[in-house]
C-alpha cells in the first residue's frame, strides 16, 4: 500500500524566517519516485514549488524559491521535507505533498510541476509570512 501520510510543521513566522515541512510516506517501495511540494493560495492554481527524483536524487525548484528552499528525502525515515530560509510574505499559502511512484528521472523532470501528473496528495499544512 502506497500512501502520503501527511504533512506538519506549518505555522506562522515573521519575514526572513524558516520553517521546516515534512511529510510522512508510507510505501513497500519507492525507489522510482516523483514527490514534490506544491503550494496554493485562495482563488489561483497550485503551484510546484521543489521535487526530488528518488532514484538518484535529482532535485528541482521554481524560480520563485531557488536557493531559499531546499527538498530532502529520508529513506531511512520514508520523510519527505522541505526547508524554507529566507521567507517573505509572498510565500504565505498552504502547502501539499505529493507523489508519483513507478516512474523515471527523465518523466520527472518534465514533469514535475505539473499537478494533474500527482496521484497522492497530502491534506496540506498552512503557512503564513508576516512582513
Known amino acids: 500500500q502506497v500512501q502520503l501520510v501527511g504533512e506538519s510543521g506549518g505555522g506562522s513566522v515573521q519575514a526572513g524566517g524558516s520553517l521546516r515541512l515534512p511529510c510522512g510516506v508510507s510505501?513497500?517501495?519507492?525507489?522510482?519516485?516523483?514527490m514534490a511540494w506544491f503550494r496554493q493560495v485562495p482563488g489561483r492554481g497550485r503551484e510546484g514549488v521543489a521535487a526530488?527524483?528518488?532514484?538518484?536524487?535529482?532535485?528541482y525548484y521554481s524560480d520563485s524559491v531557488k536557493g531559499r528552499f531546499t527538498i530532502n528525502r529520508d529513506i531511512a525515515e520514508n520523510t519527505l521535507t522541505l526547508q524554507m530560509n529566507s521567507l517573505k510574505p509572498e510565500d504565505t499559502a498552504m502547502y501539499y505533498c505529493a507523489a508519483n511512484y513507478g516512474t523515471t528521472r527523465s518523466r520527472c523532470s518534465r514533469e514535475w510541476n505539473s499537478d494533474y501528473w500527482y496521484t497522492y496528495w497530502g491534506q496540506g499544512t498552512q503557512v503564513t509570512v508576516s512582513p
Open positions: 526530488i527524483y528518488s532514484g538518484d536524487g535529482s532535485t
Open positions: 510505501a513497500r517501495t519507492a525507489d522510482r519516485a516523483c
